[in-house]
């Protein structure tokens, strides 16, 4: 079931009001709550810029999605990050390029531990992408999850 997700730290794109809302499969809230604690640990916002979609062709995409995305059943989001503190903006290069030390990196790596996949590590490097991996981890939850989102 398809849910608008609010988090405290999480915030749809502002730039594109057509995508301010943030809807998720209801199965992704707690990967959602994962993100949100560690932005609100961390002092970051995440601007989501893409959550869940009906198509795999995806105008201006920086890397081409994947067939069996995650995104086409709600458990991804690709993000953008502020700095709270600082007001400092980190696009999918200045992610990518994040070390362990700044609080991108620590993000990703709080995320990670909770069992969250970061796209700066898939072979096609993707760095704005989070989710949690359905698509490899339950391929058969995955297809029923296609099956209720594309009838």
């Known amino acids: 079931m398809l849910i608008k997700y609010t988090g405290t ?5 502002k ?14 809230k707690p990967s959602m709550d994962i993100i949100n604690d560690a932005a609100k640990e961390l002092g970051l916002q995440v601007v989501v810029i893409s959550a ?4 795999i062709n995806v105008k201006g995409a920086i890397v081409k999605p ?3 995305s995650n995104h086409l059943v709600g458990h991804a ?5 502020i700095v ?10 200045m992610i990518q390029a994040s070390t362990a030390a700044d609080p991108i990196g620590k993000f990703i790596k709080a995320v990670k531990q909770k069992g969250i ?8 490097k993707d760095p704005v992408h989070f989710d949690d991996g359905l698509n490899v981890k339950n391929p058969e ?3 029923e999850k296609i099956k209720e989102y594309f009838k």
């Open 9 to 13: 730290n999480v915030v749809g794109n």
């Open 15 to 28: 730039v594109d009001t057509k995508r301010l809302d943030i809807f998720i499969d209801a199965e992704f």
């Open 52 to 55: 869940k979609r009906d198509t």
């Open 66 to 68: 994947a067939t069996n």
């Open 77 to 81: 989001v690709d993000v953008n990050f």
């Open 84 to 93: 709270t503190a600082t007001g400092q903006f980190f696009n999918s290069k």
């Open 117 to 124: 996949r970061w796209g700066g590590e898939f072979l096609k």
């Open 141 to 143: 939850r995955y297809k």
